[in-house]
């Protein structure tokens, strides 16, 4: 299957993109670019992809205009994603789009590539939620890979699966309904720390480079919370995150 990728390109202050659905994107800012799916799903055997490009200096906010919710096919195929994000030198990225719901049956395959130059910055947010209401949820495969000035800082795949008693034990997601991620790159590491807010476990790891991941899992509503709040946290005051929780 050949796949077009919709392309935004960020350069001498403008914004440039090309798209079509099931994957649009809208500008709504000056810096600011939703991505909106037309048409419903994603649907087993859909592959979307998005490729980016952010020039020297720029910025550029990435957000969805609503949850993305993930069902099965009549073949029962995987759903695809592949995202490609290069950052020139000093180019800063946000990425939170609303949460993912993975329905029962489904199977989504995510792979996120992420290419920073030296003096680039990217905070990428993400949440996944294992079902609707009165679901187990499908499987997640979705991995992450991290560079940084041409060196590896991360590469990390996560395996989830409603319907898999291994994976909902505790070596898996310990039964959690959502979990969801900050990942930090060009701000320097964080100290490790872990806590339990009742409804939400979670940990924050420095990075062996410029940067922090921290990891959360809980209930939709308490992981959605925790991670508003530590991307207010981080952007108030990035020095001192640290110290936060």
């Known amino acids: 299957m050949t796949v077009v990728p919709a392309h935004l390109a960020v350069a001498d202050g403008r914004m440039r993109w090309t798209s079509r659905p099931p994957v649009v994107l809208r500008r709504t800012g000056v810096r600011r670019m939703h991505l909106v799916a037309v048409g419903g799903g994603p649907l087993g055997g859909d592959v979307l992809a998005l490729e980016v490009d952010v020039a020297a200096g720029e910025h550029l906010d990435l957000r969805s205009a609503a949850a993305t919710v993930v069902q099965p096919g009549r073949l029962r195929e995987p759903a695809r994603l592949d995202v490609t994000i290069r950052l020139a030198e000093g180019a800063h990225l946000t990425w939170y789009p609303e949460p993912t719901v993975v329905c029962d049956h489904a199977d989504w395959r995510v792979a996120f590539r992420l290419d920073l130059a030296a003096g680039a910055h990217a905070r990428v947010v993400e949440q996944i939620v294992l079902g609707r209401a009165g679901q187990v949820g499908g499987r997640v495969h979705s991995t992450l890979d991290v560079t940084v000035d041409g060196t590896p800082l991360l590469l990390a795949t996560t395996v ?14 310990g039964g959690a309904r959502s979990t969801g991620t900050v990942l ?16 939400v476990v979670w940990a924050r790891s420095p990075l062996a480079g410029p940067g922090t991941l921290t ?17 207010q946290e981080c952007s108030d005051d990035p020095a001192g995150r640290a110290s936060v929780g």
Do not use: K, N
Not at 160 to 173: E, V
Not at 217 to 223: E, Y
């Open 215 to 231: 990891t959360a899992a809980g209930s939709s509503l308490g992981v959605g919370a925790f991670l508003a709040r530590e991307v």
């Open 184 to 199: 930090d790159v060009g701000d320097a590491a964080a100290s490790e720390r872990a806590g339990d807010d009742g409804d």
């Open 160 to 173: 989830l699966d409603g319907a898999d008693p291994a994976l909902r034990g505790p070596g898996g997601d």
